[in-house]
Structures are given as C-alpha cells and as structure tokens.
C-alpha cells in the first residue's frame, strides 16, 4: 500500500459503513484561526447532500463549536445540536471528521512522535503490537502511530479521552483491509469500530460509537 499526502485542502472525503452503518465524512486542511469552524461548515454540507435526517441542518442557524467537560466538540446550529464532529491537529495541519449518526472520532499519529526510546509496553499489549509490527515491516515508530491512532480515535469516539482509560485498557485488532486503510476493532472492553489509513508519516483513524 503506497502511503499518499491527502486530501487536497478542503477535499471532503467520505467512509461509509463503519460502526453503526452511517456516513462519515472527513478532512484536512491547515491550522489557522476559524478554520475549524469552516471545516465544520463543510463537512456538515457534505453530509447533508447525502443524509437525509440532515438535509436541513445547514439552515437551522449559526454554526458554533463549543466543548463538553472533558473536551470533546460539540456543534451548536442556531440554537440546536448538530451531528458528532472531532478534531485532531498534527503536522500543523487540522483533521476533521464528522458522523451522521452516534459519535465520531478521528486521530492523525506521526512517527516522529513515537521513535525509540518511546515506551512501547506501556502502551501498545504484545498481542497487538506483533500484528502492528508486522504490518508495518517492523517500523516500530509506524507501528506504534498505527496504534496510538486508532485508540485515540476510539477514546474521543466514546467522549472520555484517557481520563478514565488506559492506553493498555483497549486492544487493538486487525479486520482486514478496506477503502485504501484497514478495518479495525478495538476491545475496550466493549468493542468499536475503527478503520486506519497511512500517510506519508503515520496513520489516521477514524472510530464511529
């Protein structure tokens, strides 16, 4: 699989059928001042060209991000609840990512962040790391960006971050490949759904709960 840079700035990307079945949309574009409102504005377009319960949403009123007490983002319009939306910035670029239905959670993992003599054990269980290490032809920092991503994206799906988890409280296991990334299931001890995808220097995870 040949790693790319994506998407283009402001390119909505979409993943289906992950987790509860709904679309998900995501992005990239470079960090700066109101851009995660405006990726917000368009990834909610995206999704209501394509899902129904949401064709209506772009005009229910001002689009507002607000934060939750453990910090997850929470989309107010006008007044209302949008759909589930996370952030991840890394590389000084910001993903985002959005669900149609239940929440949503994305991570972008650089292996910069994760070279020797990062503690490994201490986050990554030898179940998981074998096949991570594998798939990525014993790359340690890659495997261990693998990893980290999908477990982020799982814990910001769920809305508790690594307050009241343990990196080693989940495992992360290999479904197969899917849509230029692979399908994942993470045991926390109940299961997510996650799905991870290269970039040129770690991986992206999204996770739907």
Known sequence: MVARAF?????????????????????AVAAGEGNRERLAARLLAALAERAPAWAGAPDWGGLTLEAD?????????GGKTGPSLSFSAAGGLIWGAMAGRGEVGVDAAREQDFTPPYPYSRAFGQKEWDWAWRHCQGRKARAAALLWAAKEAVVKALGVGFHSLDPLDLEVAPLGPAS?????LVQTPG????????????????AAA
Do not use: M
């Open 180 to 184: 230029e990334g692979l399908n994942l």
């Open 191 to 206: 299961a997510v759904s996650a799905w991870a995808r290269p970039l040129a220097d770690g991986w992206l995870a999204l």
């Open 7 to 27: 998407p283009e700035p402001w390119e909505i990307l979409e993943l289906p059928r992950l987790g509860s079945g709904e679309l998900l949309f995501y992005a």
């Open 69 to 77: 007490p453990l910090g997850r983002p929470r989309l107010r319009l």
